[in-house]
């Protein structure tokens, strides 16, 4: 067993987190408590010294902060930088009772920017660049014949951008709502049925196995780490 008193604290929080698995106690819950009270406090550290002084200390006093943030030697203070420090303190106004509708102010600016610049973002990303893609796909892939198996890869190739293009079809289908699902086209409403449940599935499976590639981990610090295993 190692001998370092980190390690020995990492091991031991660690097993009152696993012991959640038999019930709800008290040293689960100081564990817990523990982790979001040093993650809150570290997180915020690393926001002051990483995005509040370079971003905006720095630009609103360039001279005092030159040290720290090198890029700001010789640079005037930039006084458009006071519009985020007032909403900034508008928002920490939330934490007194009497003025607490001021932060509204902070929170429907950032509310609406944000909304407002991710609407064109994420319109090109998730909508217009996908179905140029799926518009763009050749139903029939023909490979250069001097490959190995250029048979069997074309068919390969033609028989995924099928599926694909098929699917894709058959999902849309199914949010079509302004005619009822009968006969052929019920069929494919169907089929779109299966397509999104394999797309949750897939999405679903991949956050079960990042949460067990996190259980590893805790099992191989205790192995490893702490009884020295392995």
């Given amino acids: 067993m ?50 509040i002084v370079p971003n905006l200390l720095a630009k609103l006093m360039p001279a005092q902060f030159e040290s720290v943030v090198p890029a700001a030697a010789g640079q005037s203070p930039d006084l458009v930088y006071l519009t985020p420090l007032i909403l900034g303190i508008l928002l920490l106004l939330r934490l007194v009772p009497s003025v607490a509708w001021l932060s509204r102010w902070s929170m429907a600016f950032i509310i609406g920017y944000t909304a407002g610049s991710n609407l064109t973002r994420y319109l090109v990303s998730d909508f217009i660049l996908q179905i140029k893609k799926t518009l763009a796909l050749p139903l029939v892939v023909l490979v250069d014949s001097s490959m190995p198996f250029h048979t069997l890869h074309s068919f390969m190739l033609s028989f995924s951008n099928i599926i694909i293009v098929v699917g894709i079809v058959c999902g849309l289908i199914y949010f079509f709502f302004s005619k009822e699902h009968t006969g052929l086209f019920g069929k494919a409403s169907r089929a779109g049925i299966w397509v999104l449940m394999v797309a949750f599935g897939a999405s679903f499976g991949y956050t079960v196995m990042a949460r067990v590639s996190l259980l590893i981990g805790r099992l191989e610090y205790l192995l490893s780490d702490w009884f020295g295993v392995f």
């Avoid at 100081?30 to 809150?40: D, K, P, R």
């Fill in 2 to 51: 190692s001998g370092q008193v980190d390690i020995w604290v990492g091991a031991l929080l660690t097993l009152m987190i696993f012991s959640f698995l038999y019930r709800d106690n008290p040293l689960y819950k100081f564990a817990e408590h523990l982790f979001v009270g040093v993650s809150a406090a570290y997180w915020m550290v690393q926001g002051y010294w990483q995005q």
